[in-house]
């Protein structure tokens, strides 16, 4: 499974960005998929995640009530729609795959990962 993350950029503190992250290779099954993000000086962090059905969603407490994850499975393909953002969510941004389906926020959860996309906030 490769993913291809995108949509990342430049934006102004309250602005709104999405990302998105594609999947193809080898059957891409049902797996829960989720977003992960690296900010400069800081250790990799747990942000989205959802089920393969997408009836699933838990989301960081660090973002919640901005952040809201989709997918739509017909395009292999989950989302991360990120408003109100703020200075502090400058990161590179990840998608990754899960081995099966369920509820995951754990890095070692994950076996398949994106390069990464840059966000960044000013203020």
């Known amino acids: 499974v490769q993913l291809q993350a995108s949509g990342g950029g430049l934006v102004q503190a309250g602005g709104s960005l999405r990302l998105s992250c594609e999947a193809s290779?080898?059957?891409?099954?049902?797996?829960?998929m989720g977003w992960f993000r690296k900010a400069p000086g800081k250790v990799r962090e747990f942000v989205a995640t959802?089920?393969?059905?997408?009836?699933?969603?838990y989301i960081a407490d660090s973002v919640k009530g901005r952040f809201t994850i989709s997918r739509d499975n017909a395009k292999n393909t989950v989302y991360l729609q990120m408003n109100s953002l703020k200075p502090e969510d400058t990161a590179v941004y990840y998608c990754?795959?899960?081995?099966?389906?369920?509820?995951?926020?754990?890095?070692?959860?994950?076996?398949?990962w994106g390069q990464g996309t840059q966000v960044t906030v000013s203020s």
């Open positions: 959802i089920t393969w059905s997408g009836f699933s969603t």
């Open positions: 990754a795959a899960a081995a099966s389906d369920g509820r995951y926020y754990l890095e070692r959860q994950y076996s398949y």
């Open positions: 290779g080898r059957t891409f099954g049902r797996r829960a």
